[in-house]
């Protein structure tokens, strides 16, 4: 689990940003949201323009340096680079640095870099239960010293330019799969973001392509759940069915299979039907589809689109997921509420700092407290 993340130099973080997880508080309620001492759920809020959307590319950097893949999100059905455009803070204009603590077990795992840009690493280090295996800088490239097992004949010459010698050597060496290192790259491989704006459905990590969302519920047999999960969350009562329409999009390469929903004697293609907070449900219950296979997911502006009440169901069935952390941003205050999360779950953003609210007051937060109240009036700061 991911128990500490900071970074500085990136995008809005002029200063380093500290995104602590691993000091919950000692709250008797909605105590799953913390696992093994570690916050497992969370929603972030922020005034536009906080560093809610910069947070969470921040987060998925270490996706980039340890796939290597070239750095761009997909999106499904069609393909776009929100994850482009300025990347050194604008105002230092200095390398960011990314520093992540992952708690494996009784394994604690610091991982620490610095990039000139966002494919080329000039400084890396790995520390494992404070021991330092892996130290790496560019500027010193001949002293690079790793005291990782078996690594004593590798020529780090050999490596692509920019790669992280650590990608290089896991690439090279075999690891076991209890091995801290094995760990970190199955959690990081697992680690998926994403979001639905007008734009197009945008995600990073986990499977790095892009397919059609109906095509997916199809193949797995999941039209009923789908059809109920619709009527379950949003209220929409449609009679599912799938037909094949003969053509292949030209994104995928796949043939377009379409969900039709059926009124009496009348149907019409459910993508037709579909509003925008629906388009948004059936996103998110695509990925729902993967979440037994993630470790981590960051979810932005996740209810742009929805009403109130769907916002607090997606809520409520992430806090049920207990193999993965997640965390949302959201402006929707009505979720700011003690009944489903706890004032050390919900974080805020201002001045490129991140807190959870109860460490925004002098006040001391109980389960009777409305949040939402107290942070409308003020009462955790501007």
């Excluded at 340096?65 to 455009?85: H, I, R």
């Excluded at 290192?181 to 459905?201: D, E, T, Y």
């Amino acid at each position: 689990m991911l128990k500490e993340f900071s970074v500085i130099g990136f995008k809005n973080f002029r200063d380093r940003l500290t995104f602590s997880l691993g000091k919950p508080k000692n709250y008797d309620f909605n105590t799953d949201q913390i696992q093994n001492g570690i916050i497992n759920k969370g929603v972030i809020y922020g005034k536009n323009g906080s560093g809610k959307s910069n947070l969470g590319e921040a987060l998925f950097d270490i996706e980039n340096n340890l796939m290597a893949l070239n750095g761009n999100p997909y999106l499904l059905n069609t393909f776009s680079s929100p994850f482009t455009g300025v990347y050194k803070n604008t105002y230092t204009n200095q390398n960011p640095e990314f520093s992540y603590t992952f708690q494996f077990g009784e394994d604690e795992v610091v991982y620490t870099y610095t990039k000139s840009n966002p494919n080329y690493v000039i400084s890396e280090r790995l520390t494992i239960n404070g021991k330092v295996l892996l130290d790496y800088d560019e500027k010193r490239r001949k002293k690079l010293e790793c005291t990782i097992p078996n690594t004593e004949n590798l020529n780090f010459d050999n490596r692509t330019n920019g790669i992280s010698p650590l990608l290089y050597i896991y690439r090279t060496i075999r690891f076991d799969d209890k091995d801290p290192i094995s760990k970190l790259f199955a959690f990081v491989k697992g680690m998926l973001w994403f979001r639905c704006l007008n734009r197009g459905n945008e995600f990073k990590g986990y499977k790095g392509q892009a397919e059609l969302i109906e095509n997916k519920i199809i193949a797995e047999n999941k039209v009923k759940d789908f059809q109920e999960f619709l009527s379950d969350f949003a209220g929409l009562d449609y009679e599912l069915s799938a037909i094949k329409t003969g053509r292949t999009d030209i994104t995928t390469g796949q043939e377009e299979v379409l969900l039709i929903a059926k009124y009496g004697e009348n149907q019409y293609p459910l993508s037709s039907l579909l509003s925008t907070g629906s388009q948004a449900l059936e996103l998110f219950y695509y990925w729902k589809m993967c979440f037994n296979d993630i470790s981590f997911l960051f979810l932005d502006e996740f209810d742009a689109f929805y009403h109130y009440e769907l916002s607090r169901k997606i809520i409520e069935l992430l806090n049920k997921q207990k193999n993965f952390q997640s965390f949302v941003t959201t402006h929707n205050t009505s979720l700011m509420s003690n009944d489903i999360n706890r004032p050390d779950t919900v974080f805020l953003m201002s001045n490129g700092k991140i807190k959870p609210i109860c460490d925004c007051t002098d006040r001391e937060l109980r389960e009777g407290h409305n949040l939402e109240k107290i942070y409308r009036n003020k009462g955790f700061g501007d």
